[in-house]
Every structure is written in structure tokens, then in C-alpha cells.
């Protein structure tokens, strides 16, 4: 489904207003249902009055489903948080189960009023993965990981920020001057059962007056530990992957 209605005041949210697309398949050896998915949602943005809203959902299902998507980059920003790493794409794309989430996102846009300017941005969201990785070994435990092979993932996200000020011309001079600029965000995340690892973090910052008087903040709570994913046939064709060969230098310069 495209859409591009009111002279684009309304379209979809992928690229050539794609609102959305569903497949339904249904093999011998596979079988799923895609009503959207975490690289191409279903959804449709809005712009009124300088306004940009958007919205995005997903539902997967069967033998083939897409990997946990990322928090958004503006949640990963103001978390000071890295990219994560050691992500088995190819053992996830393979995973049958199923997963779903939404997201929620408005953004005004740099916005002017008399001598003043102003912008605002805020995000909301959640994803959810319930996967059956039968014959996956987690690297650090040599165990298998979930019940029964059944493994769940999940996170949920917040953030907003703004940025306040005056833009004027004194003079053939012009003065832009920061007011007031902040921004926080929230994450939750979890992967369990066998092993359990949960992650909770909150942080966010703050500008007055051009960064006269400025801060920075995060906290963050973790139980349990994270899991490297590797499956049995993985795990037969490169038995010493991750074994370090050499465990010291000397002289150690």
C-alpha cells in the first residue's frame, strides 16, 4: 500500500510513500506472515502546520523473522550508549517465531516566533521477540540458551528534546542565542529466560544561556550477562573461533 494524499500532507513512512506491504507464504519446508517489519513498518506520517508525526508498526511470524531492531539513534545518543556488537544476523534472520512493536515520533521542526525560536522532539516506542533457537549455544556458558530453545527479547524507549532561544538582527548584527536546550531518555532492556540479562537505563543533559551553566547525567542498572549466540553447526565448523592464540607479550611494550 502507497500513500501520498492532501499534496503529501499524509504518506506512508518508507521510502516512495511505501505505507506498508504484508506477505503471507507457505512452503514445504517454510511458512510466515509479515505484516510489516522492524526495516520496513507499517505506518504514516503527518505533516501540519510545521508539524512531522509518525508512526510505525510490525507484526512477524513463523519460520523467518527479522532481528531485534536498535533504539532509536537520538536514545543511543542521549544514553551515551555503543552500538551493540557481536550481532549473529544470519543466525537471526533464520529464527522462527514471532515479534512485534510500534513506534510513536513528532518533531516540530525549528520553529519561530517573534524574536524567539524553538524546537521540540520526542519518541516513544517498544519491540518484542519470542524466538525458537533450537540447537544455540550461548559462547560464554557452553549451554543451551532459553526453554526449550525458546529465547525472548524485549525493550522499551523513551526520549524528548528541545532547544529554545532568540534569533535576532541588532544593528547588521546577528545575535543567536541559546536559552535553554535539554534533553533525556529512557531504555529498558531484557533477553531471558536461561540466561536472564536486564538492563536499565536513564540519562540526559542540560544547556542554559549558551552553556553558562550546563550538565549531564546517566545511570544505568544491569543484572546478569549477556549472551553470544552461536549455533551447533557453527560452533562444528570453527571449534577455536574467539581462543586467543597468544596470551601475553613480553616485554610487554
Not at 58 to 75: D, S, W
Amino acid at each position: 500500500v502507497y500513500v501520498n494524499a492532501a499534496h503529501g500532507m499524509i504518506t506512508g513512512i518508507n521510502p516512495g510513500n511505501l505505507a506498508g506491504e504484508m506477505v503471507i507464504h507457505a512452503d514445504p519446508n517454510d511458512w510466515y506472515i509479515h505484516i510489516g517489519k522492524p526495516s520496513a513498518r507499517v505506518g504514516l506520517k503527518l505533516k501540519v502546520f510545521g508539524l512531522t508525526i509518525e508512526n510505525g508498526s510490525y507484526f512477524m511470524m513463523g519460520t523467518k523473522i527479522e532481528e531485534m531492531p536498535l533504539p532509536p539513534e537520538q536514545v543511543l545518543r542521549l544514553l551515551q550508549l555503543p552500538l551493540p556488537e557481536n550481532r549473529n544476523n544470519a543466525e537471526l534472520m533464520s529464527a522462527k517465531g514471532f515479534a512485534f512493536g510500534t513506534y510513536f515520533h513528532i518533531s516540530t521542526g525549528t520553529q519561530k516566533f517573534l524574536i524567539f525560536y524553538g524546537s521540540f522532539e520526542m519518541g516513544i516506542g517498544f519491540d518484542v521477540m519470542l524466538s525458537d533457537k533450537e540447537e544455540t549455544y550461548c559462547v560464554e556458558t557452553g549451554e543451551k540458551i532459553g526453554i526449550n530453545g525458546w529465547y525472548a527479547e524485549g525493550q522499551c524507549y523513551a526520549f524528548v528534546e528541545s532547544d529554545i532561544g532568540i534569533d535576532i538582527k541588532v544593528f547588521k548584527i546577528k545575535v543567536h542565542q541559546e536559552i535553554l536546550s535539554f534533553g533525556a531518555a529512557i531504555l529498558l532492556e531484557a533477553k531471558l529466560p536461561n540466561p536472564i540479562w536486564m538492563r536499565g537505563t536513564v540519562g540526559g543533559y542540560y544547556s542554559i544561556l549558551g552553556g553558562r551553566v550546563k550538565g549531564n547525567c546517566r545511570f544505568q542498572l544491569e543484572l546478569g550477562n549477556q549472551c553470544t549466540v552461536i549455533s551447533m553447526q557453527q560452533q562444528a565448523e570453527n571449534p577455536v573461533e574467539g581462543l586467543d592464540a597468544i596470551a601475553e607479550f613480553s616485554p610487554g611494550d
